[in-house]
């Protein structure tokens, strides 16, 4: 079935330091790929998404691309702040006309100052 | 801006009682999703509905069911609740034509 694997963490960095997350998945047919953001005590967000192969999602000077020959969509970031600290979900959204998402376990980002 | 809220952000409650929890959003959006988010596991797809009266079990259904007699409102319900159900839920909304769901704030449950 489908599947989405995320690095482990917890990952820290200092501010200003580069940021990459990657994530790779499992999938048949094309799905559409997201990263969603939880801040602590809240839901998720939207980061980002990209709907078809080479498509580059961004937001916030965070990055994704859809790298379908190495079924890939690694997050990355030039410069982290300490407001980025946040726990980071890699998804994708399974075909069909009720779009499921699978996560991928979570990758919990801490920047210090 | 979606806007999905659930009833409550925190909730206790003992073994045994049933527990309703209640996620309205106001897009109307034709599907809505309930997860559990545990350390270590992720989020994981408890039910969701693609339109009114209508719902699927996710991977995790077991101890659960659901109802949606409107399109806004999406309720879970443990009927007989066990410490293994402590957990923070999220419910989730989405528009049929678009592919990113629209996440509440979470109701963090503990049974005792």
């Known amino acids: 079935g489908d599947s989405v694997t995320q690095m482990e963490g917890p990952v820290t960095l200092s501010e200003e330091a580069f940021l990459t997350i990657n994530c790779t998945y499992t999938a048949t047919g094309y799905p559409s790929l997201f990263w969603y953001v939880q801040y602590p005590g809240e839901g998720l967000q939207l980061l980002l998404k990209a709907t078809k192969a080479d498509d580059k999602g961004s937001n916030k000077g965070f990055e994704a691309t859809y790298r379908k020959e190495t079924t890939s969509f690694h997050l990355e970031k030039g410069s982290v702040q300490v407001s980025d600290s946040a726990v980071y979900f890699c998804?994708?959204?399974?075909?069909?006309?009720?779009?499921?998402?699978?996560f991928g376990k979570g990758t919990k980002l801490t920047v210090n100052p | 801006d979606v806007k999905v809220t659930q009833s409550s952000r925190y909730l206790v409650k003992r073994t045994g009682e049933k527990v309703f929890l209640e996620c309205v959003q106001d897009?109307?959006?034709?599907?809505m999703f309930w997860y559990r988010q545990d350390p270590g596991l992720g989020l994981r797809l408890i039910y969701f509905s693609y339109d009114v009266k209508m719902k699927e079990k996710g991977d995790i259904p077991e101890g659960y069911s659901v109802s949606r007699e409107k399109k806004e409102r999406f309720s879970l319900i443990l009927e007989s609740a066990s410490t293994n159900q402590t957990s923070m839920y999220l419910c989730?909304?989405?528009?049929?034509?678009?592919?990113?769901?629209?996440f509440g704030p979470g109701t963090r449950l503990t049974v005792t």
């Open positions: 897009m109307d959006h034709e599907n």
């Open positions: 998804a994708l959204g399974t075909q069909g006309g009720s779009e499921k998402l699978v």
């Open positions: 989730a909304s989405r528009n049929s034509f678009k592919g990113e769901q629209y």
